[in-house]
C-alpha cells in the first residue's frame, strides 16, 4: 500500500495541475442567472456533473435548462435544452432566454 501511494505521488508530479479550473464560467454563468431571474423563475446549479444536473431538474419539473460551456465565454451562447423532448439547442443567450419566457408564460395560455 505505501508503495503504491508513494509510485502515485511520483507519478502525480509529471502530470499537469488536475485542478478544475473554471476560468470565468461562474461568473458568465451568474450573470446570465440574475438576468433570468428577472423575468421567470430559474435556479443556478453547478454541482456534479452536466448528466447529473438534467437529471436533478428533470427531477425537479424544469421544463428548459441553459447550459454554459467553454465555448460560451468566446461566442456569448449557451445549450437550451428542453425536458419533454431531451432536445438539446445552441443559440445565443438573449434568444434562449426569449424563448424560454414565451413558452413559460402564463400568458401563452390565454392566446
Known sequence: MILQVQLLKR?????????L?????????KKIF???QLDMMCQYDDKDSIGKRYR???ALGSPY???????SLQ???V???????????????????D?????TSLRSLYQ
Open 11 to 19: 507519478l502525480l508530479q509529471y502530470l499537469p495541475d488536475l485542478q
Open 21 to 29: 479550473r473554471s476560468y470565468g464560467l461562474p461568473e458568465l454563468a
Open 34 to 36: 440574475h438576468e433570468a
Open 56 to 58: 436533478r431538474q428533470d
Open 65 to 71: 435548462c441553459l447550459t454554459i460551456d467553454h465555448d
Open 75 to 77: 461566442d456569448n451562447q
Open 79 to 97: 445549450t437550451l435544452r428542453e425536458r419533454d423532448s431531451m432536445q438539446q439547442e445552441r443559440m445565443p443567450v438573449a434568444k434562449a432566454l
Open 99 to 103: 424563448r424560454v419566457q414565451k413558452a
